[in-house]
């Protein structure tokens, strides 16, 4: 469990004005002093995160965040830094001071939450420090919130109880494979080693494709580009062939065109995103001109080399392939525009390094701003002419 990707975590963040108690709640949630915890108002300035396995329910990440009602210049990156992490969190634990229960800032949050598709919980905090009086006008304004103490831990278990419940009704990610070929079929995954290759180890979606092979009782056998023509002579019958988007072309004049072909970040925008709107996106490739502005978004940061797919293959190739003069911006991390109307396409990478929420919220941004916006895996097949065939085994 704590080696299990954040990006397959249930995320469940914890939201509410400054000194509500936020931090202590998460320590106390979590048994562990994670967050620095201070009557000083103000005291998280960034997001503080921490992986852990959530019995019975299994790897989740708590997010604790700056209060939501911070001000001034600086208070309001600390606003800004909190109401993104909205975007990829799953479930909201909203912290209400038991003093304080008229809380200005929850109905602009419970607004955020619904735009986020976030599930929000209400948490009244405190309540050890307030009389019967000031406690009984909190549950007044906040029937259906969870009363506790974070200091004392009073009704902790039973809002652990709450939450179980209700991330128990999350529904697991969609397989990556496991639908699309049979139980025992033969899967070859293509992996180029070269200078982007970590040494000693793969990469995380040729991991995580190996592990919803096992998952779903399919043999997979895992073969450089070099040896692909062998293996597929050594292997009776092959069902799938899975490779690296920057190697299709190669890989696409080894394999027969009766052997299925598609990519690894084809499928985790499938399991992660909207595969539909990626191939619906990919057709505006047609329509790009001189000057059109497209924006490369990477979930992931990494060390940069010539051989880098987002900064350099996939812009050389758009530009010969096109034979258009185009405005090409590539953006790396969590970090991603809300407004994109000034963009003419987004491509963006499989996503391997987001949960699904923190995905569809991009996906959402790029709907909301007229833009298409399509995948790493679909625009090289198409600029390779393989378009049809990669997503044959999806139609």
Request: charged share 25%; aromatic share 6%.
């Amino acid at each position: 469990m704590r080696t299990t990707p954040n990006s397959n975590r249930i995320t469940i963040g914890l939201f509410g004005r400054r000194n509500a108690g936020k931090s202590q709640l998460m320590n106390t949630i979590t048994s562990q002093n994670i967050s620095v915890v201070s009557p000083i108002e103000g005291t998280t300035t960034d997001p503080v995160k921490k992986a852990m396995e959530f019995i019975p329910v299994g790897p989740v990440l708590f997010i604790d965040t700056a209060g939501i009602d911070d001000f001034g210049e600086l208070g309001s990156l600390r606003v800004e830094k909190t109401q993104k992490m909205m975007h990829s969190t799953d479930f909201g634990l909203y912290v209400i001071d038991a003093a304080e229960p008229e809380d200005a800032e929850l109905e602009r949050t419970k607004a955020l939450f619904k735009r986020f598709n976030v599930s929000l919980i209400k948490v009244v905090n405190k309540i050890d420090t307030v009389s019967a009086e000031q406690l009984e006008k909190a549950r007044t304004l906040h029937p259906d919130a969870a009363f506790v103490s974070a200091k004392t831990g009073e009704n902790i278990f039973q809002l652990k109880e709450v939450l179980i419940k209700r991330l128990q009704t999350q529904a697991e990610d969609p397989s990556l494979i496991g639908d699309l070929v049979d139980y025992g079929a033969n899967v070859v995954m293509v992996v180029p080693v070269d200078s982007e290759a970590p040494k000693g180890r793969l990469i995380l979606p040729q991991v995580q494709m190996i592990r919803d092979c096992l998952d779903n009782g399919i043999k997979c056998h895992v073969v450089r580009d070099v040896e692909l023509a062998d293996v597929l002579r050594d292997l009776k019958k092959v069902d799938l062939v899975i490779t690296d988007s920057q190697a299709f072309k190669e890989v696409s004049e080894i394999v027969p065109e009766a052997i299925p072909l598609t990519s690894f970040s084809i499928l985790f925008t499938r399991q992660k995103g909207d595969l539909n709107l990626m191939m619906k996106g990919v057709e505006s490739l047609n329509t790009l001109e001189d000057g059109s502005r497209v924006l490369i978004s990477e979930a992931c940061t990494h060390n940069v080399s010539c051989e880098d797919i987002g900064r350099f293959k996939l812009p050389r190739l758009l530009k010969k392939k096109l034979n258009r003069d185009l405005n090409i911006e590539v953006i790396g991390g969590k970090d991603f525009p809300v407004d994109l109307k000034d963009y003419d396409l987004v491509i963006h990478c499989g996503g391997c390094m987001l949960n699904r929420k923190g995905m569809q919220t991009r996906l959402m941004f790029c709907e909301e701003s007229g833009v298409p916006v399509t995948n790493y895996g679909t625009a090289l097949a198409w600029l390779n002419g393989i378009f049809d065939r990669a997503t044959e085994i999806f139609r």
